[in-house]
């Protein structure tokens, strides 16, 4: 049927700020639907709260509403603006919430409003637990033997029938926040009131334990002639108790029976049409017993998921497109593969290739957290990685991760005692899955491994053949002594020539110039999602080693955009914003963008945002044989943030031109005693400071500089390790501490100005003339890291001269580095004297912020300054605001109830929201302003 003519216009829930458990997936989600919806001349407005995003941007929506994501917000909007529908599934957990608090307060029967996507009773049936079990036990599914109790008593009475190990699983909560599995009595009442209190409703399901099942998911879509399609099943490596975003996933699925595949993809059919007449997605997980295959299903989510992204991007198949369009009322018959351009979107993605998912935690910001995973998700972020094989697949993912790892292990990072690997297997962690390894390379019997870890058989059959080709390499001296046909196997089971170099004792410069000798290069695959049945028309490329090539390089010239990695602290989804926008601003001027990224959560691996795309870990190696065989005209590390950034040095030093700001003017910034000179040359005052190579040095510098001093490591992003330290024993410790964990870094050592003022500029630079995009006040005082301090935008109590004297250190610090781009500089002020904390001339964590409530396309202009086609001169640039724009940090303590919590220079926020006040006697930044008194009290 043809798409309902009613709707002329429609509002998207956002997802609002990024916490654990609901991160920049949703981004993704709500920007691609945005812009199917507008494909079909619909007017579309959006709603979030989120600054950083490339969802509340002008390109994305015809109306964008930068408020806080409440009942009331949506009726200022309804009263503004005639809005024929509304879609509450793509903003995750927080925009369904808000959809029922809005249906139960009439708000859509008052405004004439329909719910397109999904009803509300089809999400109280999936968000209500005893609802959901009743359901599927009505339509013959099997579930787990469970009872709903909503208060101690009930749950008391539950746990008696069901016995233990049992799990707890609060009502309509995110990441599995409050849940947790329960092995012995003695641990159920603290669990049972952790449960109840982090349920809205005080409501949980306990539920009959299945720990060592296996877990899967499948991502649905159904149209409303109820046609229903299997985009992918996905197979979750470590078993039931881990929460699926904490687990490693691989599709399609390497160890389902054809059988358990079919009943599987028949219970969830069957289990989406139950929740009524919805056309949208849907995402449905199963746990299935490995000795007699017998499942039972565990959730089912009547939404673009968490899970939706990566099966977007792991088939090449844009599930949020089609969803949103079928919500309009289109057939999936009617759609075009936006693949093939030839075929239907009633089909399923057929995969000639692994895609294998590693999340990305951020444990050393909580100090004093459980690195032990379950029910509740504790990761920040994720990567994906393509191969041909699940080993080139996992160990492309290790090497995505930004942590160092140049694969699965054979990297200098093994363990070698045998009982803190047992014990590591047994207590499932962050790092298992490179303690597996280490566990069988010191002859742990496999059986043993699966037994402590109950993963499926046949992926330690895999990691142990990894083991096998090691053995042998390790027989051969150098390089040349490698039979091609070996070194070609080691290269297509993903080994990396760092590991090679590192299991033979020699340089890995030795191993890549053996390699290239022999031609044993990367070839490139499209996603096509029909494994080549059909000629496929996208840019979307992954890497291995095979012999046809299918990345046609064409004679356009071509800038390369490398990406952010996966989300973490201190990096998130901002840099993900700046490359979207350099990549647009490039297409405009002309040139073929080639982006370059591994996060499958973003826009910018959205296949259709760049010219071409090329899903592979930021990684030299991957990164090198890229650029030998695109020859771009140049690479921008600017606004990838340091992941982009650590990159410039190789770089520059194989001859590619780093476009915008060189890498000499980064590495002087970054390098503190050549940055303090320049300062000291242009008479611009900073803290007094130092650097140490060792803990002696640095006991005589912070005596010399006096206590308290600011001790960080150079070249690390969001105060990664940064303290604030008042004598020789805490400097010691912390100095200790960053060569532990960071032995190649240098310490630098600052005066620490106490009780001062903070404040940030940002600005373009040309290298001629420069532009101040904006002049934040942070609320909180000097010594809480930047990102974790709400920011006012303009200043609201800084001096004239003050104000005046940044913008005067900025014209001059952004020429004297040569800065052709962007460019943030942090100021303490005290005493009304201005001191320079430091420069960083890329795009920084405020860009977004200050470009949305300005509303200037700065990333837009900054990317054409650094491609040298535009000057500053050339745009119109108006910072016009009614008010005050107020940056507000987002924490997830929540996911780390026994953490340390007080805020100082190492970041620990996981988002941000932004909110507009028109003066300063708004009770909103009444309250922040009181806040900042009780810093500077303490």
């Keep these: 049927m043809p798409r309902d003519t009613s709707i002329q216009s429609i509002l998207i829930i956002g997802s609002g700020p990024i916490i654990i458990g609901q991160a920049c997936e949703f981004d993704y989600s709500g920007s691609q639907a945005s812009r199917s919806l507008r494909e079909e001349g619909i007017e579309v407005s959006l709603i979030n709260s989120n600054p950083a995003t490339i969802m509340t941007d002008p390109v994305t929506a015809d109306h964008i509403y930068l408020k806080p994501l409440t009942v009331e917000s949506l009726r200022e909007i309804l009263q503004e603006r005639k809005i024929d529908a509304v879609l509450p599934t793509m903003g995750g957990q927080t925009a369904l919430n808000l959809a029922i608090e809005a249906g139960k307060q009439g708000l ?13 009773e089809a999400i109280e049936l999936a968000e209500n637990r005893e609802a959901f079990r009743k359901l599927m036990v009505e ?27 049992l799990v707890i699983r609060p009502s309509y909560t995110l990441g599995g926040y409050g849940g947790g599995f329960v092995m012995e009595e003695k641990d159920f009442d603290e669990a049972l009131r952790r449960g109840l209190n982090a349920s ?19 991502e649905l879509l159904r149209d409303s002639n109820d046609n229903v399609v299997i985009i992918c099943t996905v197979e979750n490596m470590d078993p039931m108790g881990i929460h699926t975003g904490d687990s490693i996933t691989v599709a399609p699925a390497m160890t389902l029976s054809d059988t358990a595949y079919q009943q599987m993809r028949n219970d969830a059919m069957e289990m989406m049409r139950s929740l009524g007449n919805f056309a949208g997605g849907c995402n449905v997980q199963f746990a299935q017993n490995p000795e007699t295959e017998e499942l039972i299903a565990i959730e089912i989510n009547p939404r673009v998921s968490r899970s939706s992204a990566l099966a977007s991007k792991a088939t090449g198949y844009p599930i949020a497109k089609i969803a949103a369009k079928l919500a309009i009322g289109y057939t999936l018959d ?30 050393d910001k909580f100090y004093g957290a459980s690195h032990i995973l379950g029910l509740g998700m504790k990761s920040v972020g994720e990567v994906m990685a393509i191969g041909r094989n699940f080993l080139e697949a996992l160990q492309k993912a290790c090497q995505s991760q930004e942590n160092n790892r140049m694969g699965l292990g054979a990297d200098k990072k093994e363990w070698i005692r045998t009982q803190d690997i047992l014990d590591r297997l047994e207590q499932v962690s962050d790092d298992r899955i490179y303690r597996v390894k280490d566990a069988l390379r010191l002859g742990v019997p496999s059986k043993s491994v699966q037994k402590l870890t109950r993963i499926d058989p046949w992926f330690i059959k895999q990691i142990k053949h990894l083991i096998e080709l090691e053995d042998r390499l390790q027989r051969y001296n150098v390089p040349e002594d490698i039979p091609i046909t070996f070194f070609r196997k080691l290269k297509s089971v993903g080994y990396s020539d760092a590991q090679i170099a590192w299991l033979l004792r020699v340089d890995e410069s030795a191993v890549t110039k053996h390699r290239k000798k022999l031609d044993i290069r990367r070839t490139y695959k499209m996603v096509d999602t029909c494994a080549a049945e059909f000629e496929a028309h996208t840019p979307y490329f992954y890497s291995t080693f095979d012999q046809e090539n299918e990345s046609i390089v064409s004679e356009n010239k071509k800038i390369i955009v490398l990406g ?101 003017a980064l590495d002087l910034a970054e390098d503190r005693g050549r940055f303090s000179d320049l300062l000291k040359e242009l008479g611009i005052p900073y803290p007094r400071y130092g650097v140490a190579n060792d803990a002696d040095e640095a006991l005589q510098i912070a005596n010399e500089v006096t206590y308290p001093v600011l001790v960080r490591p150079s070249y690390v992003l969001g105060g990664q390790r940064m303290r604030i330290v008042i004598n020789d024993d805490e400097l010691e410790r912390s100095v200790l501490s960053i060569f532990k964990h960071l032995p190649d870094n240098k310490v630098l050592i600052d005066q620490f100005l106490e009780r001062a003022k903070e404040a940030e500029v940002d600005a373009i630079c040309d290298g001629e003339d420069v532009h101040i995009m904006g002049i934040m006040e942070h609320i909180e005082p000097a010594g809480i890291h930047s990102g974790d301090s709400s920011a006012v935008l303009p200043p609201y109590s800084l001096s004239d001269e003050v104000v ?36 960083n001339p890329r795009a920084s964590r405020t860009t977004p912020f200050i ?71 708004d009770p909103f930044f009444m309250e922040l302003d009181r806040q900042r008194s009780m810093f500077l009290r303490r």
């Design 108 to 120: 859509w029967e008052e405004f004439d409003v329909k719910l397109v996507g999904v009803d509300l």
């Design 139 to 165: 339509i013959g599914q099997q579930v787990a033997p469970s009872f709903i109790a909503n208060s101690f008593l009930e749950g008391k009475e539950a746990a008696q029938k069901i016995g233990f190990p």
């Design 200 to 218: 809205p409703t005080h409501e949980v399901l306990v539920e009959q334990a299945v720990l060592g099942w296996k877990e899967f998911e499948l």
């Design 334 to 363: 009617e759609l075009k593969n936006q693949i093939t351009k030839t075929t239907s979107a009633y089909f399923e993605p057929t995969l000639d290739y692994v895609i294998v998912k590693m999340p990305r935690w951020n444990f």
């Design 564 to 664: 952010s990695g996966p989300n973490r602290i201190g990096q998130g989804i901002e840099f993900d914003y700046c490359c979207v926008h350099g990549v647009l601003a490039l297409k405009e001027i002309g040139y073929e963008a080639i982006m370059i990224n591994c996060n499958p959560e973003t826009v910018s691996t959205d296949f259709d945002v760049a010219d071409k795309l090329y899903f592979e870990p930021i990684f030299w190696e991957h990164l090198e044989e890229i650029i030998e065989l695109e020859k771009p005209e140049g690479v921008i590390v600017q606004l990838g943030g340091q992941t982009a950034l650590k990159l410039a040095k190789n770089l520059t030093e194989k001859g590619v031109k780093i476009i915008g700001t060189s890498y000499e």
């Design 804 to 839: 005046e004297t940044m913008i005067k250190y900025t014209h001059q610090l952004a020429l004297a580095l040569n800065t052709k781009g962007l460019i943030n500089i942090q100021f303490a002020i005290k005493d009304e004297k201005v001191y320079v904390i430091e420069a």
């Design 851 to 921: 470009a949305k409530a300005y509303g200037v396309p700065y990333l837009n202009y900054a990317t054409k300054v650094m491609a040298g086609s535009h000057k500053i001169k050339d745009f119109e640039m108006i910072n016009e605001l009614d008010g005050y724009a107020i940056k507000v940090p987002i924490f997830s303590f929540h996911k780390f109830p026994n953490v340390d919590k007080e805020l100082g220079p190492e970041m620990k926020s996981t988002g941000e929201a932004i909110r507009f006040i028109k003066n300063l006697q």
